[in-house]
């Protein structure tokens, strides 16, 4: 699978499978980090190579970002200066979906381990000290994709595959109890925590197209946010909680988010309910699948995608 490009059904679910498609060898992509600046409605470019690189975390003091790049993850500084390989240890297949606890001291990583006898998705869930080393196992079952650390950081909630369908889960770091949060047939994903903690944010195909939704973590009372003719993934709330940034395919991809499509931002004020476009590229899968808000909520990166 590391050396080709697949489609394969497992894959086109899954928001968080790293996809090592062929252009990952620099042979056909130049990927390109970017920051989106709300206040002047700009994007800045920080950082480009011939390459195939995803999915953006910013750290909490602002210094520097996170990156996945062929199994490994990377720590990029703000000006785009320096590349840095994190040390993760025998975690050398991690996939797209990692992100930094709220306190700043460690991180959450999603490694495709190599299991005997799997046929299947093997993305196990770890957390590791935030400037590398060992990985603590926290999720023994698998597949499971992180998306978000609660803002107690007690919790972790993830998407993952169990009797051979894709819900959420939470999972509570202190006593590794895993809680199933949503129960439908259809695919849910890409959940995110709000900044208080008192909901979850996800993207669900349970209305027939790909949307976004809220459940409030109390009552488990689910609304849906967006219904119209894109397909609408990884919903990230800012830290100041105004504002929610998710990523809309302009065709439709049903319950699918494959890479190098013409896609948009688009950012939902939570107040007024307003949505708005910000800017169309070609991306889709690594683009945002992570938290990547600066901390101070002016900004947020993602990864877009072009064709030598």
């Known amino acids: ?87 993760t240890g025998d975690a050398v297949k991690c996939n797209n979906d990692h992100g930094i606890s709220p306190d700043g001291t460690l991180l959450a990583i999603s490694n495709n381990d190599l299991i005997t006898g799997s046929s299947g998705g093997t993305s196990r869930i770890y957390i590791l000290p935030i400037e590398g080393g060992t990985p603590e196992l926290i999720t023994p079952l698998w597949p499971s994709y992180w998306h978000g650390w609660s803002p107690d950081g007690k919790h972790l909630i993830y998407t993952a595959e169990r009797n051979g369908i894709y819900d ?81 395919y302009v065709k439709d991809q049903q319950d699918r988010h494959p890479p190098l499509k013409e896609v948009m931002l688009r950012l939902l004020d939570l107040k007024t309910m307003k949505l708005t476009t910000l800017c169309t590229f070609l991306g889709g899968q690594g683009t945002i699948n992570v938290p990547s808000w600066s901390p101070d909520s002016s900004k947020f990166a993602f990864v877009s995608y072009s064709k030598k």
């Open 168 to 248: 959420l889960y939470e999972i509570d770091l202190a006593t590794r109890t895993e809680v199933q949060v949503t129960d439908h047939p259809e695919l849910d994903d890409g959940p995110e925590y709000s900044p208080d903690g008192a909901y979850i944010y996800f993207n669900s195909y349970r209305s027939g197209t790909m949307e976004i939704w809220k459940m409030n973590r109390k009552t488990k009372k689910v609304d849906q946010l967006t219904n119209d003719e894109f397909s609408n993934w990884f919903p990230h709330p800012s830290p100041d909680g105004k504002y929610i940034v998710f990523l809309s």
């Open 1 to 87: 699978m590391e050396n080709a490009f697949s489609f394969l059904s497992i894959l086109s679910l899954c928001t968080f499978i790293f996809i090592p498609f062929n252009m990952a060898k620099g042979q056909d992509l130049i990927s390109t980090l970017e920051v989106y600046d709300l206040q002047n409605e700009s994007r800045t470019n920080i950082y480009q190579e011939e390459g195939h690189f995803e999915a953006p975390n910013w750290s909490t003091d602002s210094g520097y970002f996170i990156i996945n790049q062929g199994g490994h993850l990377f720590t990029l500084t703000a000006d785009g200066k320096e590349k840095t390989i994190l040390p």
